[in-house]
């Protein structure tokens, strides 16, 4: 069983930033490609970011690029999302999640087996 813990959510303005923490409480995230998605009220989830295994390849959805800078490190390969310069647009419930083993493109839903409960970002105008 894996168990994601994601932190570092919270109010900040628009222009600010806030950096999430992606942390496994029981089982690996380590050797597993890992993805951050966002939902926002009334809206589907949506692919935020992902990162290789082995942090050696990274994607963005258009709507961050620029923005948010995913990472991994740590033996336990904590995952980070650095987002600076925030929108109000980006106001939503951000999940961390963790890709399967069969792989798949890393901007898909369908790519990830576990997911966290969320962490809230609120960026007010």
């Known amino acids: 069983q894996v168990q994601l813990v994601e932190s570092g959510g919270g109010l900040v303005q628009a222009g600010g930033s806030l950096r999430l923490s992606c942390a496994a409480s029981?089982?690996?995230?380590?050797?597993?490609?890992m993805g951050w998605f966002r939902q926002a009220p009334g809206k589907e989830r949506e692919f935020v970011a992902a990162i290789s295994w082995n942090g050696g390849r990274t994607t963005y959805a258009d709507s961050v690029k620029g923005r948010f800078t995913i990472s991994r490190a740590g033996a336990k390969s904590t995952v980070y999302v650095q987002m600076n310069s925030l929108k109000p647009e980006d106001t939503a419930v951000y999940y961390c999640?963790?890709?399967?083993?069969?792989?798949?493109?890393?901007?898909?839903?369908?790519?990830?087996?576990?997911w966290g409960q969320g962490t809230q970002v609120t960026v007010s105008s």
């Open positions: 029981e089982g690996t995230i380590s050797n597993y490609a």
């Open positions: 999640a963790r890709g399967t083993i069969y792989g798949g493109a890393l901007d898909r839903r369908t790519s990830y087996d576990y």
